[in-house]
Each structure stands twice: as C-alpha cells, then as structure tokens.
C-alpha cells in the first residue's frame, strides 16, 4: 500500500504540491489526470524518492520513503517507473537493457538476469527485437522496453509518468495495450496520463488535480459522469 | 636553377636511430595521454560538480592549457622551473609539458560529453534501485566514453605532433634526434624529410588503429 499525508513540495519560492493525501492500495489502478503544471509529475517523482519533500509522509509497504534511514536504492526497486521520454539505454541491446538492474542492483547471475529479461520482453511483445539496440526500435517499442525494464525488478507498484505523452499518435495504442495488460495482471499502478478514454476503461479510480491539490477523487464514472469540482469540469470540457 | 644534390645514404645510414627516436616519441606521447585523460576526467567532474577553490583550480588549469601556446608551456617547466632551482630532465620536462596540455583540452571534450547526456538517463537508471556510482559508470560513463572517443584521437594525434617541441629543450625525441643528425651531416632538407614521413605514418597508423577499435566498439 502506497500512503501520502499530507505532502507538500516547494521548489523554491513555488508551491507545487500543496497537502496532498492519498492512499492506493494492492491491486488498484489510479489514474491522475489534470493540466500540465498542476503538480501530478511531481507526485510520483516525490513517491519514488527522485524529489524531496518537505512536509509530509510518504509510506510505501510501511517504509517511510523520506526518512533519513531509508535505503532509497531499495524501495525504488519496489516501485517501477515510466517516464514520458522513454530513456531507453543507447549504448545496450534491449535485453541487456532489461537484464541490467537484476543483474548488478539484486546480485543475479548473467544467465538468471538473462532468463529475467526474455521473459519481461515477451511480457510486452519485443520478443523479436532481443538483440536489437535502441536507437533501432520506435518510440513505442522503447516505451516498451523501458516497461519490461521496470517488471524486471519485480515491482509491487508502477509509476508511469505519462508514458504516451512524447509518442507519435499511431504508437499510442502499443503503450496503452501493454499497461492495460498490467492493469488485468492486477499490477499496483499510479498512472499520470492525458489519455482521458485510458483513465475511464482501465483505472479504478481517477484523481483530478488543480495547481498543487488534488481537488477530486473517484471512480471513473464519478470523476467523468458527475464531476463535482468547477475545475474538473472545466477541464474535462477541454480535453474532451 | 634547381642545383641541389640530395643525399638519402646518411639518412638511411642513421634509420635505426630515428626508428629509436621515433619510439621514444610514440612512448612519451601515449604516457602524457594516459596522465592527460586521468587528470582531465577529474577536472571536468571537478568543474561539473565542484564549487570553491578546486573550481577554480581546475577552471585555471584548463584556461593556461588551452589558451597558452603549447611552446610556452613547455618553456615553464624547463627553464621556468629551472629558474626556481627545479631541474627536471627533458624526457620529464616534456612528458609534464605535454600532460598538463593534453588534461586542459581532454577536460573540456569531457565536460562537453557529460553534458550531452540528458539527466533523464541518470534519473531512470536511479529509479531501478541502482546507486550513483552504478547509475555513473554502467550508463554515464559508457555514454560518454563513445562522445569524446574522436576527440581523444585528435588528442592523440596533436600529442604526437606536439612532441616535437621536445627538441627545443633538448629532449632526443625523434625531432631531437633529426636535428642532431641533420646539423652532423649538413643533409638537414633530406632528413627532416625522411622524419615527416615517419611522422605521418604513425599518425595514419594511429588514426586506422582508432577507426578498427571503435568499429569494435560501438555496435549503437
């Protein structure tokens, strides 16, 4: 389980995020939706530990991610992130790509952390690109291949930062089949996204967020069918 | 018009020499490099990261190494350090000379590679649970090595042709040990002809050794 209290990040004199609470449980799929600048990039960055904060709690499986004694480099294998530029590593071939973090961060051997990584690209159907390096596959393959890089550490929860945002629009449909896939796996997910038809099919609940505050949280059919915000609508109309 | 005899027999004669010469200037050349790439990762990571005293250590050193005639510098640590009572022998005079040069530009091709990966690889690599060292060495580093790998051949190459400058401190490099034969023998056109051919084929040599390693290399 994922807590947030009360959580407040600044960066400088600028209030990004301004006393958020939130609780995702196992299982669920969230999905944050909301305009750029409204703080929802910066939520999972402060979940994943990338961020500091400076007012609050973030408690993942009971370990408080900000504390002083937190091993960072072990929670984050808990949690597997996507990012909007996919930041697939040049210089590997996808399936060292994947095979890295288990082999050097868990201490598995060349052939398990291999056995890890075929498996996760089959997961997301790049079973035919193994040995090809990145620069070779497209945005939505490296998008891809940056999920499998993820599942490889066996997380408990993924965080994807709005992994279709920088895709060419034919290759959106790849990205979201793969993490609706996760979805029915049952994966833990927090997806930041502005894809609006995602959020209603795939997620179970949807949070609206509005310069630093989460102003709504509810089903899909709550957030899209009877939004109670005039923020929520506003932005609801826009995007529609 | 064009009365000049050219005599090739003393250049041939004295070929094993500057073979010799030659080496000793390829030695000189690939230790300076060595020292110049340890020293100038450490001040590009010191300009990129640092801030204070060894900022400006650093800054200063890249600045005298790159904006002073290399000629000078080589003068600084012959007779410059001579005047303070510190005599070092021209094989060393050259080889710092050559080192504090090479580590001021091999500082900025890596600062200008650091740069040229984008945070975002550092921040990925970061949220897969690996340390900062893992995240540098695994994913930075091999990124950056491939940017300044070209760089660093014409480094290597300018290094080479730097060397010569040794002969003015009286170092017996290969233009040392031109010189000396030369003004022996009066033959000074033929053997400072005779030398740019050895200099330019182990520049060539250098340069096709450089492309067959990176073709080895970088599969990306």
Known sequence: MIQIRDLHKYFGPLHVLKGINLEVKKGEVLSVIGSSGSGKSTLLYCINGLETIQKGDIIVNDIHVHAKQTNLNQVRQKMGMVFQQWNSFPHLTAVENVALAPKIVKGKSKAEARKIALSQLEHVGLLDKVDAYPNALSGGQQQRLAIARALAMEPDYMLFDEATSALDPELVGEVLDTMRLLAEEGMTMICVTHEMSFARDVSDRVAFFHDGVMEEIGSPSQIFGAPQSEHTRKFLAKVR | ?220
């Open chain 2, 1 to 220: 018009m064009f009365d000049y005899n050219f005599h090739w027999r003393p250049v041939l004669k004295t070929l094993p020499d500057l073979l010799d010469a030659a080496l000793l200037t390829l030695e000189v050349a690939i230790l300076a490099m060595l020292i110049g790439i340890v020293i100038g990762l450490c001040l590009a990571l010191i300009r990129l990261h640092m801030k204070g005293s060894l900022y400006w250590f650093a800054t200063s050193w890249v600045e005298l190494a790159r904006n002073t005639p290399a000629l000078f510098q080589l003068f600084f640590f012959g007779f410059g350090l001579g005047a303070f009572g510190l005599h070092l022998s021209p094989y060393l005079i050259v080889l710092t000379a050559l080192s504090f040069n090479c580590a001021g530009y091999l500082a900025e091709n890596f600062r200008g590679g650091f740069l040229a990966i984008p945070e975002t690889q550092m921040r990925s690599a970061r949220s897969l649970g690996m340390t900062a060292w893992q995240a540098y060495t695994r994913i930075v580093i091999p990124q950056v090595f491939r940017i300044v790998y070209h760089p660093i051949t014409n480094q290597i190459v300018w290094c080479v042709l730097m060397s010569s400058l040794g002969m003015l401190v009286g170092f017996r490099e290969l233009s040392g040990e031109t010189q000396f034969f030369a003004s022996r023998t009066f033959r000074i056109f033929e053997y400072f002809a005779a030398t740019a051919v050895i200099y330019y084929v182990i520049v060539k040599l250098i340069l096709v050794a450089s492309r067959i390693l990176a073709a080895r290399l970088f599969r990306y």
